[in-house]
């Protein structure tokens, strides 16, 4: 992927490969991410970051994964 | 020889009762979508194996299904990888896809400050009565959207958001868009009802809309009597011989309407309460409504725990307890808005479902029912196909 790799660039790569989940993980229009997924990379928290927030070099060399997770909740 | 197809949408699948003309001995497919909520499932009436369905999920949000064989396989409408291809071939489903359409705007929220428009789910799906490939969706936050192609793309039909949708309010449920009665007799008028916004009607196919609210009273909920927007309207259902007369379940209050909305006027009567949420004609009747009441808006459940239908053969203000073969003691579930429906065999077949997860059916106009399932997952909508 080119640089630099974020969180919205990883996902508008999922989007691109994959059209069927648009939708699915972050809202269309919006591209707000859908309350009950979360995004973790390296054991921390990316949920809440902005789009651009760039990724640990990790995931990026692909060491490490990028998870997008539906939350346990919700009955 | 006749069939009844009933579709059931619960809160963790959806199932398939069918049955002969004789309405007594059922097969019951299912779960379909197991775990997922389905909010509603709808046949085409202009070709009754195409059957809509809206599955909802908190997690991945909205899907739409669809089945061309009465309900055997489903798919999501454009998902075949022929259809709407994206980059290596891969399916480009767009079946989820409801936008609103330009400026969103905000409506109410529950405190009274604005809020922006908000896509959450699809409450119901409306197939039109001439064309497969045409379905109507009415959408939370409330708005109708519109497909021409089976499902597979969806535009919204915003001129409703322009009938003073900044002064639209959420009812506890949410601002939805539940109920869409297609004219039989004009292609262009269209009927839809909002919680809580009110009743609204298009006579120039989904372009412009207008309230048709006149007559309402939400005393508790609108301070001004005149509201044109606002009421909380739970359901409204038409006879299709006679389109211009509407029978409407308020959050309170059982109504009329005889000239298309202009007018609604009270026809509760002698019900033990007028609050509840599903109304519907019966099939060869036009003056003969159904209710299901329930205690309070705080206490959604029937009165004295006895599992009550209400049927008038007055087009209202003088009602029967229909009560044989439903349970008269400790019961306490509730029917939702979209839960209750009539066939069109004779006698009329009328069915409701539960939110404790019975479905009860009646072959002869509701003179007395049967439960066909006693134990799925609290039931969210109710609707019949009858086959030929």
């Known amino acids: 992927m080119a640089e630099p790799v974020t969180v919205g660039s990883v996902l508008d790569a999922i989007e691109e490969r994959y059209p069927v989940l648009r939708g699915t993980i972050r809202d269309h229009g919006t591209l707000k991410r859908r309350p009950f997924i979360r995004f973790f990379a390296c054991k921390e928290d990316f949920s809440l970051e902005p789009a651009d927030t760039k990724l640990p070099h990790e995931v990026v060399s692909g060491t490490e994964p990028f998870m997008i997770i539906g939350a346990i909740a919700g009955g | ?388």
């Not at chain 2, 070709?47 to 909802?56: D, G, K």
């Not at chain 2, 109708?144 to 793309?153: N, Y």
């Not at chain 2, 262009?188 to 120039?204: K, L, P, V």
Request: hydrophobic share 30%; glycine share 12%.
């Open chain 2, 1 to 388: 020889m006749s069939k009844v197809r009933v579709l059931v949408g619960t809160k963790k699948g959806a199932f398939i009762l069918t049955s002969d003309g004789s309405r007594k001995n059922w097969d019951v497919s299912g779960p379909h979508f197991a775990g997922w909520e389905m909010y509603h499932l709808k046949g085409s009436p202009a070709e009754p194996n195409r059957i809509y369905a809206s599955q909802t999920s908190g997690w991945f949000g909205q899907v739409i299904q669809r089945s061309d064989d009465g309900g055997k396989t489903w798919e999501p409408p454009g998902t075949k990888p022929e259809e709407l291809v994206g980059p290596d071939g891969m399916p480009k489903g767009q079946s989820n896809k409801f936008v609103y359409e330009g400026q969103v705007g905000t409506h109410k929220w529950y405190d009274g400050t604005q809020h922006p428009w908000e896509f959450k789910r699809i409450w119901h799906l409306e197939p039109s009565l001439t064309e497969p490939d045409t379905v109507y969706a009415g959408a939370e936050d409330a708005a109708i959207f519109k497909s021409v192609d089976g499902g597979k793309t969806w535009q919204e039909l915003s001129g409703l958001r322009q009938a003073k949708g900044h002064l639209w309010q959420p009812g506890a449920g949410g601002m939805a868009v539940h109920t869409i009665l297609l004219d039989p007799k004009n292609p262009n008028r269209i009927y839809i009802a909002i919680s809580a916004a009110g009743a609204f009607r298009t006579d120039d196919g989904g372009k412009t809309w207008q309230p048709i609210n006149k007559g309402l009273k939400s005393a508790y909920e609108l301070p001004d009597p005149d509201s044109e927007v606002g009421h909380c309207v739970h359901r409204i259902a038409l006879h299709p011989s006679r389109p211009d007369v509407l029978f409407m379940q308020k959050h309170w209050d059982v109504l009329r309407t005889d000239n298309a909305g202009e007018q609604w006027r009270e026809v509760s009567g002698n019900l033990p309460t007028d609050f509840g949420f599903p109304i519907d004609v019966n099939a060869h009747e036009p003056e003969t409504i159904y209710v299901v009441p329930i205690k309070s808006d705080s206490e959604h459940f029937p009165p004295d725990g006895k599992l009550r239908v209400y049927r008038s053969k007055t087009g209202g203000n003088d009602w029967e307890a229909l009560t044989k073969g439903l349970p008269q003691k400790d019961c306490y579930v509730n029917v939702l808005r979209d839960a209750l429906c009539v066939d069109s065999l004779e006698p009329c077949g009328v069915y409701f479902g539960t939110t404790g997860g019975q479905v009860y059916g009646s072959a002869d106009n509701g003179d007395t029912w049967n439960p066909i399932v006693r134990d799925l997952p609290a039931v969210y909508s109710v609707e019949v196909q009858t086959l030929s």
